[in-house]
């Protein structure tokens, strides 16, 4: 089978695309999604949170490309045999690419790494709660922190949040995270939001990226696997369902927003950001001050 723009073998059907008419076609859709959601303003400076996996080298190296004036910050947590293996890629990739980047350890900044804290909610609610104050620590003085999030994950957190009933969260999920922009919280911005985890494994595949492509070895026990599993199944039997989630979810977005616009939102008093309640929840599990 040829490439429908060009006499070339395809390497991937459904449209069939060579490698170069697939690369160009998936940076094109990365900057239409900017585009559509605005989220890069003219002279941003963007950090980008970067694990060493696919998704976080396909943004960092599109973004690169695309604004040039681009950093990487990475979160070591201290997961042995995985985190250690993705930041060697990161280190790779971020050599090959001339990108700056930088790697703050939870060990450094917070005296323990990832499996010393007591866990309240299951350890992935632990990582990502310190992974994310970090990384907005880290990124104070940038505009926006672009993640890798894709298509795959932003239908599994719309589903999670459903299932789990927490509209509050669900409203502060998007191309922009946040419901309302605070003092002390840099923007989120997604910018591979309308790419699937499929089209992203190619790209990073085809583009020759020094990824491992292994998986936390606690990303199995999260109740995000099973809602992943539950996904693909569905739509290995229903082709489209994720992207119909996805454009239904945006439909509805704007509504969750304004109704969650006024919640009382406060600053920690312990640490001083951004907070839901009198201590953040970086401070309950750095102090252990759960109840
Ligand atoms: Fe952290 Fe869980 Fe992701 Fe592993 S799977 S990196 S523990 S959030």
Do not use: W
């Not at 690369?23 to 585009?35: A, F, G, H, N, S």
């Not at 280190?91 to 939870?106: K, R």
């Not at 298509?151 to 995270?177: H, I, R, T, W, Y």
């Not at 492509?213 to 739509?235: K, M, Q, T, W």
Request: with cysteine.
């Amino acid at each position: 089978m040829n490439c429908v723009h060009c006499s070339s073998k395809a390497v991937v059907s459904s449209p069939p695309y060579c490698k170069e008419h697939f690369i160009l076609y998936i940076e094109e859709k990365v900057q239409r999604t900017i585009e559509r959601f605005r989220l890069i303003d003219a002279g941003d400076k963007i950090a980008v949170a970067v694990s060493g996996g696919k998704d976080s080298q396909t943004v960092l190296y599109i973004l690169h490309k695309l604004y040039g004036n681009v950093h990487g910050i990475a979160i070591d947590e201290g997961i042995p045999g995985y985190r250690d293996r993705t930041l060697k890629d990161l280190e790779t990739f971020c050599t090959t690419h001339s990108i700056p980047f930088g790697i703050h350890s939870f060990q450094n900044r917070f005296g323990k790494m990832l499996g010393s804290f007591p866990v309240h909610g299951g350890i992935c609610t632990t990582c990502g709660v310190l992974r994310r104050y970090l990384l907005n620590e880290r990124a104070a003085g940038y505009d926006k922190i672009a993640t890798g999030h894709n298509l795959d994950d932003e239908c599994q957190s719309v589903m999670m949040n459903l299932l789990k009933g927490n509209l509050f969260l669900l409203a502060k999920l998007g191309p922009k995270s946040g419901i309302v922009l605070r003092n002390g919280f840099t923007q989120r911005i997604k910018p591979l939001y309308l790419c699937t985890e499929k089209e992203i494994t190619t790209y990073a595949f085809l583009k020759g990226f020094p990824v491992d492509f292994i998986e936390c070895p606690n990303a199995a026990d999260g109740f995000r696997s099973s809602v992943r599993d539950g996904l693909n199944n569905i739509e290995m039997q229903h082709a489209g369902t994720k992207c119909n989630i996805i454009e239904t979810f945006l439909n509805i977005l704007p509504s969750l927003k304004e109704l969650h616009e006024g919640t009382r939102q406060i600053y920690c008093t312990h640490c001083g950001k951004p907070s839901m309640s009198e201590l953040c929840k970086a401070c309950m599990i750095v102090e252990d001050a759960y109840v």
